[in-house]
Every structure is written in C-alpha cells, then in structure tokens.
C-alpha cells in the first residue's frame, strides 16, 4: 500500500513521537519503583555483576570453572527469587523493570525487515484519514445519501426514473467500497452537477481508507497544478508520485480546468500508466460522453468510456432540494 510521502512522514514522526514518550514513562516509572525499594537497585546490580562473572569464570584458567559457574548461577537464581518476592509483595508487575519494547514486532522502528509493522500502518491509516477529512470537510458515508431526494417519474430517454437509476448507482458505490482491493475496476462518475458524484466519491474514499488503503482525492485541478509545479519548479516528485502510485485515485470535476495540451498529457500518462499496472481511478465529471469526446483526445476519450465501468447520474440538483 502505497501512502503518500506527507502521510508517510507525518506517520513516522508520530511513531518516534509515541516510542519516545513510552520510552521516558517507562523510565520514569523503573526509576520511581528503584527509588521506593533500594533492594531492587542492589539486586539488578548483583544481576549484572553476576552475569560479567561467570564470563569471567568460563575463561579463567586454573579453576574448576564448572563449578564457578554452577555457583553464580544459584546466587543469580536466588536474587531473581528475592527480586519476584519484593515485587509480588509491592503488588508489581515484573516488567516495571523490564517494560517489553514499544513494538513486539519492530521495537518501534516501524519495520520488520523491509515490511512495514502494523503499528506504523495504523498511523498511515490514522494520518490519511485526517488528510481526507481536511480534504472532503464533511462527514460523507452511504448512510447519509438520500434517495428521497431524486424524482420517481421515469425519464423519457432511459425509460427508468432518476431514483431507480441512482439506487443502482448507489448499491454499486457501495459494493465497491466494501469489496475494494487490487485489481478493483476503474469508474466514471457523470452526469450534471449537484447530482452526488462528489459525495458518492467521498464515501467511497473514507470507506477505502478505513479498510487500510491508501487513498488519493483530489480536483482535477489540483491534480494538474501538482504536475505543472514538477514540470516547472524543480525537484518535488513528491507532489505527483502519490497520483501514480496509490491504492486508489479519485479525481473530482474533471472538466472544469483549462484544457491546454500539458493537462491533456498529464491526464493520458495517469490514466494509461494506472490502467496498466491495474490501479483503479475514480473520476467524475459534469461532462456527457459526446462532450468528454470533445474535449480530450481520442486515446483519454477511448480510455475513459471503453475502460472505466460509466456510472450514470441522473435527476436534479440536489442541493437545491436538501432542507
């Protein structure tokens, strides 16, 4: 799962963040419980002098060091039986003195070998999340979306009415988020505005997320002006690399921008480079299918209406009709 490199990094920083902050109470607390019992300081020192002994005693010559050895080992086991009996009495948790490690997995380092630990996932869950919601502003879920909203009369072209239609669309949103995963199919989003392509889009975002992929929204727009700023500022590829290399991509309101022929080879290369490494897109535009002809070449207009699984909006604005 490829998360952004602002995610990842913001995910790191909490990890060292939350390491450190165990780290210095667990500390805290080991020196509290020495300071309370002195006898415990004593005993981890005649533990640590006792262990530098028998080493000592394994290569000493001259001396039965079997027998040195035995010796250490029973005053080490009998100091470990005083230490249990004072923490036992205390009403202390052995690992007051020994604390497991932050991670029992990675130790908080964040990876085991070159796989990335559950615990620094969850924080890239955690961070993408708070990244989406910045993003949307709402609360979008599927049980927000209101059927009520779109008209019962059949509509003369498709001989279906609008709330038929959007119930079909709304259930196949639906089960693509709760199905999503690799290989998952690409969608186009249209039909006019106010008719929910945004909030359908967002419920899917947040729903995805949740489920532990990454995840990318974002305008058309905003998508072409990340492009535009690596192209002409410099080295940031990190402003697009998350546009190529997530979970799942969703661009809103495509349409909307100036088309010059820059946006149209950047939206070619995110379309084709995605397509053929089988990473979905999402897109939604206010654009109809002879429009989108119009206005992309054929290769984008090919992509986008032979490719993508189209999902039909239909009805009026809505947020003209919401109290």
């Not at 990842?8 to 210095?24: I, P």
């Amino acid at each position: 799962m490829a998360y952004s490199e602002a995610v990842l990094h913001r995910a790191r920083e909490r990890l060292l963040q939350e390491k450190n902050l165990y780290e210095a109470e667990t500390a805290a607390r080991r020196a509290q419980v020495l300071q309370a019992y002195p006898r415990l300081r004593e005993i981890d020192q005649a533990l640590r002098q006792s262990v530098a002994g028998a080493v000592a005693a394994a290569f000493r010559k001259g001396e039965d060091t079997t027998a040195a050895i035995a010796a250490l080992k029973e005053k080490n086991l009998a100091l470990q039986r005083e230490r249990e009996w004072i923490l036992a009495s205390a009403e202390l948790d052995e690992s007051v003195l020994d604390p497991p490690p932050f991670c029992p997995h990675c130790g908080g380092s964040g990876y085991v070998g070159s796989s990335m630990c559950e615990c620094l996932r969850e924080l890239c869950r955690q961070e993408q999340k708070k990244e989406l919601s910045s993003l949307l502003g709402g609360k979008e879920s599927f049980d927000g979306f209101r059927l009520d909203l779109y008209p019962t009369e059949p509509d003369p072209n498709l001989g279906v009415s609008p709330r038929q239609l959007m119930e079909r669309t709304f259930r196949r949103c639906r089960r693509y988020a709760r199905e999503f995963g690799a290989g998952a199919p690409s969608l186009l989003f249209t039909g006019g505005p106010g008719l929910g392509k945004t909030f359908l889009s967002a419920c899917i975002a947040r729903a995805v997320a949740d489920n532990g992929f990454s995840v990318v929204y974002d305008t058309a727009g905003k998508l072409f002006s990340d492009f535009e700023a690596v192209k002409f500022g410099g080295n940031q590829q990190d402003l697009t690399r998350k546009y190529l290399q997530c979970d799942l991509l969703i661009i809103d309101d495509l349409g909307t921008e100036m088309t010059t022929q820059f946006t149209q080879s950047v939206l070619y290369r995110v379309l084709n480079d995605r397509l053929l490494e089988n990473r979905p897109v999402i897109v939604s535009t206010n654009l109809s299918d002879q429009a989108l002809r119009q206005r992309y070449s054929a290769p984008i207009a090919s992509r986008l209406l032979g490719a993508f699984e189209v999902c039909l909006f239909l009805g009026q604005d809505i947020r003209q009709l919401r109290p």
